[in-house]
């Protein structure tokens, strides 16, 4: 009788694992709330490179033991380009969001040679952003890769770089600065995916970001106490700086946090994924 209650219960896990989608406890479904430090959910929004990282390093985990958030919403999908991005932000966006991680634009670049595109879909993205505070993961092509991506990559970033000056609530983390491919972490065949070990290089980098990220949203949220003839609270929140992040720091907070993941699977169950898609 015991067996035949939960059978169910692991078919269903099963079917939502073969799908790609993560099934989450009741309790880490519920709205959150916002923490004492003022931040609430953090959307993470991005393509294959981000389902890698999540699959092959335990993003979703790592960015819920960041403690900084109440809630960490990832959604990662095969093929997304900035665009549709933008509409997955709209669509996730609640009242108890409080940041926004973005990891696109590789598919745009692949796709797209035009010179205006890239501030198109950049601009596309930080309008649904509402004004929250925005990390956005630059672009990296391998090296040894198409000439033409790479061109296209190195225009993005730049458009992304200029963006900072529209938008000061954007935040720049430096991927392309910081990743040397070496040894086992390093990009496959197809000169945009990586390896498993570059995936877990990749994740290690996501979270030092969000870390000095989601500090500086707390440092830039004070509470200032005035006292005449009563004393009152008052609480200011602003956006970061416009400066690229630093990968080599590491921050901590002391809010509990919850994930939800929604991402399809990789191309393959392999070390690498060899769809040039990602």
């Known amino acids: 009788m015991h067996r035949s209650i939960h059978r169910p219960l692991a078919v269903c896990v099963t079917v939502l694992t073969l799908?790609?989608?993560?099934?989450?406890?009741?309790?880490?479904?519920?709205?959150?709330?916002?923490?004492?430090?003022?931040?609430?959910?953090?959307?993470?929004?991005?393509?294959?490179?981000?389902?890698?990282?999540?699959?092959f390093g335990?993003?979703?985990?790592?960015?819920?033991?960041?403690?900084?958030?109440?809630?960490?919403?990832?959604?990662?999908?095969?093929?997304?380009?900035?665009?549709?991005?933008?509409?997955?932000?709209?669509?996730?966006?609640?009242?108890?969001?409080?940041?926004?991680?973005?990891?696109?634009?590789?598919?745009?670049?692949?796709?797209k040679s035009e010179s205006w595109y890239p501030t198109y879909a950049i601009d596309t993205v930080m309008e649904q952003a509402g004004g929250l505070p925005v990390l956005w993961v630059n672009l990296e092509f391998s090296p040894t890769g198409r000439a033409d991506w790479r061109a296209r990559g190195v225009r993005f970033n730049r458009a992304l770089q200029s963006a900072t000056r529209r938008y000061p609530n954007l935040v720049i983390a430096d991927w392309n600065k910081f990743f040397t491919p070496k040894g086992q972490s390093r990009f496959v065949a197809d000169g945009v995916h990586l390896s498993v070990t570059g995936y877990k290089t990749r994740t290690t980098y996501f979270i030092n970001q969000m870390k000095l990220f989601g500090q500086r949203i707390v440092d830039a949220t004070t509470t200032t106490?005035?006292?005449?003839?009563?004393?009152?609270?008052?609480?200011?929140?602003?956006?970061?700086?416009?400066?690229?992040?630093?990968?080599?720091?590491?921050?901590?907070?002391?809010?509990?946090?919850?994930?939800?993941?929604?991402?399809?699977?990789?191309?393959?169950?392999s070390s690498t994924q060899p769809s040039s898609t990602p």
């Open 19 to 55: 799908l790609g989608i993560a099934a989450v406890p009741a309790t880490a479904a519920r709205k959150p709330a916002i923490g004492a430090n003022g931040q609430g959910t953090v959307l993470v929004v991005g393509d294959s490179l981000t389902f890698g990282a999540n699959y």
């Open 58 to 111: 335990k993003l979703g985990v790592k960015a819920q033991g960041t403690n900084i958030w109440t809630n960490v919403v990832l959604d990662a999908k095969n093929g997304r380009k900035a665009t549709v991005g933008a509409k997955i932000i709209a669509n996730r966006l609640s009242s108890s969001t409080t940041a926004i991680v973005v990891a696109l634009g590789t598919n745009d670049m692949i796709s």
């Open 225 to 269: 106490i005035t006292t005449t003839t009563s004393t009152s609270s008052t609480t200011t929140t602003t956006v970061p700086a416009t400066t690229t992040t630093n990968p080599d720091s590491s921050t901590s907070s002391t809010t509990p946090s919850s994930t939800t993941a929604t991402s399809e699977p990789p191309s393959s169950s």
